[in-house]
């Protein structure tokens, strides 16, 4: 620290002006480096490294016995239900982000183009407020509206549609999507506004004095260049909704357990260490491969505004 | 004119998301005053019973104090390295830096049990006993990514000039951190703290697997919801809601700008 009050960048003698400076950055660069770094090293790194030599052994009973051994990776690939679980989980994931961002997308807009002063931040507010809403309790609610002695069921009957409440609603994997989508739905909304509120109005203007109509305006300006944020807002949902493990429980059924739930019911019933570490070193890689190519992308559709 | 589409159609159909988000809250707050063992219809009268129940229940309010406990020591946290992460990656190219964006990144598309997994793993050969220290590191290690990212997103707009142009007036390290970095990010690490503490208040996966003795909020309702449901649920979900509201509300005030209202949320992935 004292170290660091009297960096200047007035040459001093013997060592060149330049020399010092670049060593005075270095110093100024580890200042701000090392402590994260040490972090993730001790709290992510090792801890995974940890996780690495559990996936390697084995589990008789309740002892692990360490090995050097493949065998649970490839469970991970070719015994169901892993490679099902995880593609479903996939899927609810996807469904998840593509529904989210479908419903956002106006509301964005509204936000973006729409919405007066006054109103603008109210309204941003009120897409806050739910997310700051208790989860679980958001994920009870749609139970409460879809049960059989649930608020639809009862409006239906009392409108004469139905006679006799309907299970369909609850308990599969349209109630866990419907659920997730809910919960994440503020997030594509802020994400996918942040992108639209960074488009120049002057780029609009030009479009329709070229003689564009709103509707070319939006395909060919506004939609494109909201991609961006989409593709972020998409990014975080798929992943909440990938590894969400709280809706199946509440909401899902049999059919709808997520790669979340195995995990936790290989850590708690089946005492199988080996093979949970086993699917978290894959969900992780997995997790870096989508950093990677969300990076990718992100740069790929990001225009100068 | 910045307004263009159809208005008419734009705002009916912003209204109707609104709807989307609000039913499911409202429906919780009218039956939290539902005068029924049953959350559900039909409306039976008007109560305060289960606010009272809520109140008195010892258990939760316990679990609360736990909850902003860790919530605090998380913001914390997350804030103390993620916001250096967050410099590193503005101002400075350093080996492996790729890979350490990558890791700073990683916990926003992780699963929570995953953390969890790998923290449990760690904690148990390394002889830690789970407590509510053991969710805050775990929480706080999966939340740096908040600061870094809130706080890395301003920088990137601010540009370099203001700070080089500090050092070059001779200014150290420290200096142009308070005087010239920290005023023009203060917007967003607030925007940060707020999301970091609401994320952290809400948090059920990683804390499902670190938490020992005492539990946080989210862990309490899990298991009240999970056991059986009563409206006191209903209760808890309304004041959580007005409560964040007043926070929300709050941070705004102090903050006294647009901007933090433009950050919170905003991702920068």
Not at chain 1, 45 to 69: A, E, K, N
Not at chain 1, 209 to 215: I, L, Q
Request: with cysteine.
């Amino acid at each position: 620290m004292t170290d660091l009050t009297a960096d200047t960048y007035l040459p001093s003698e013997g060592e060149s002006g330049l020399k010092r400076a670049k060593r005075i950055d270095r110093r100024r660069m580890l200042f701000w480096v090392l402590p994260p770094t040490l972090w993730f090293f001790v709290f992510m790194i090792i801890p995974y490294g940890m996780l690495f030599y559990y996936s390697l052994g084995s589990v008789d009973y309740v002892t692990f016995t360490p090995g050097l051994s493949p065998a649970n990776f490839i469970k991970v690939f070719t015994t169901e239900p892993y490679l099902g679980v995880m593609l479903l989980s996939a899927k609810l994931g996807l469904f998840t982000a593509i529904f989210s961002a479908i419903i956002g997308y106006p509301l964005a807009f509204y936000l973006a183009f729409h919405a007066p002063e006054t109103v603008k931040r109210f309204v941003y507010l009120l897409v806050i407020v739910p997310w700051w809403a208790s989860y679980l309790v958001k994920a009870y609610a749609w139970k409460t509206i879809l049960g059989t002695g649930g608020i639809l069921n009862t409006m239906l009957i009392g409108a004469g549609i139905i006679d006799e409440p309907l299970t369909i609603f609850l308990y599969n994997q349209f109630s866990v999507t419907l659920t997730l989508v809910y919960i994440f739905t503020p997030f594509a909304v802020l994400s996918i506004y942040a992108q639209l509120e960074r488009i120049p109005t002057s780029l609009i203007d030009a479009a329709l004095n070229a003689g564009a109509t709103r509707w070319e305006v939006f395909r060919k300006v506004v939609f494109p260049l909201s991609i961006p944020g989409i593709l972020a807002g998409a990014v975080i949902t798929f992943s909440l909704g990938f590894g969400d493990f709280v809706a199946p429980v509440l909401v899902g059924g049999p059919s709808s357990l997520m790669i979340s739930n195995i995990v936790i019911n290989l850590l708690g019933v089946a005492f199988d260490w080996p093979m949970a570490a086993a699917i978290g070193l894959v969900v992780i890689t997995l997790g870096l491969a989508l950093i990677s190519v969300a990076h990718y992308l992100e740069h790929r559709f990001q225009h100068r505004l | 004119m910045r307004a263009f589409g159809n208005k008419a159609l734009v705002t009916i159909l912003g209204l109707a998301v609104l709807f989307f988000l609000y039913a499911p809250l409202f429906t919780m707050a009218v039956f939290s005053f539902n005068d029924s063992n049953y959350t559900g219809l039909p409306f039976n009268g008007f109560t305060l019973e289960w606010y009272a129940k809520v109140f008195a229940n010892e258990q939760i309010i316990r679990s609360f104090g736990a909850s902003v406990f860790v919530a605090v020591g998380v913001v914390i946290l997350s804030v103390t390295f993620g916001l250096p992460a967050a410099i590193a990656l503005d101002r400075y190219d350093f080996p492996g830096k790729a890979w350490f964006r990558r890791i700073v990144m990683l916990p926003i598309v992780l699963p929570g049990v995953i953390t969890g997994v790998a923290l449990l793993s760690f904690y148990v050969a390394i002889g830690l006993n789970l407590s509510l220290y053991t969710i805050m590191l775990g929480q706080g290690t999966a939340l740096i990514c908040i600061t870094a990212t809130e706080v890395f997103a301003r920088l990137q707009q601010l540009g370099r000039s203001t700070s080089e142009a500090a050092v070059n007036l001779g200014a150290n390290e420290l200096e142009v951190f308070w005087k010239v970095t920290l005023p023009n990010i203060k917007s967003a690490l607030l925007g940060a703290m707020l999301i970091a503490f609401s994320i952290s208040f809400d948090e059920i996966a990683v804390t499902y697997l670190l938490t020992g003795r005492e539990n946080t909020l989210p862990m309490t309702l899990w298991s009240m919801l999970r056991r059986e449901a009563t409206p006191e649920v209903n209760a808890i979900a309304t004041l959580v809601v007005v409560l964040s509201v007043v926070l929300i509300v709050l941070g705004f005030a102090i903050s006294r700008s647009r901007n933090a209202l433009a950050d919170t949320g905003e991702a920068a992935l």
